[in-house]
């Protein structure tokens, strides 16, 4: 019974803020890297984020660099991506996953990753 849950998304103007959960059930959280994907519309789903099993290895690409930051608490088998200065471009829905392989030290490719969430939508306005 493998499940990730995705929430914390919504409507939001340009220059805001919004803090994503990935809560987890149904398998070692503690030993699994998570990563963070959006889809934004007509496009290719792309990686945002990823933090390892202990939280050691965090990646991210140059678009999300200083302004998205990830964390996990593994008491509570929950990730977190907190995204501030979103813009227009950041609109899309996002998705956490589970590695595939354990204690993967991270990457963004999705290939890499399983059990997808639902996702959760994000919209910024200008």
């Known amino acids: 019974q493998l499940r990730l849950v995705e929430s914390g998304g919504g409507l939001v103007q340009s220059g805001e803020s919004l803090r994503l959960s990935c809560a987890a059930s149904?398998?070692?959280?503690?030993?699994?890297?998570i990563g963070w994907f959006r889809q934004a519309p007509g496009k290719e789903r792309e990686g945002i984020s990823c933090?390892?099993?202990?939280?050691?290895?965090?990646r991210s690409p140059p678009s999300a660099k200083g302004r998205f930051r990830t964390s996990r608490d593994n008491t509570r088998n929950t990730a977190y991506l907190q995204m501030d200065g979103l813009e227009p471009e950041d609109t899309g829905v996002y998705f956490c996953?589970?590695?595939?392989?354990?204690?993967?030290?991270?990457?963004?490719?999705?290939?890499?990753?399983?059990?997808w969430g639902q996702g959760t939508q994000v919209t910024v306005s200008s």
């Open positions: 996953a589970r590695s595939r392989q354990t204690f993967f030290a991270c990457s963004l490719q999705e290939v890499d990753f399983t059990s």
């Open positions: 149904g398998f070692g959280f503690s030993g699994y890297a």
């Open positions: 933090i390892s099993a202990g939280g050691e290895h965090i």
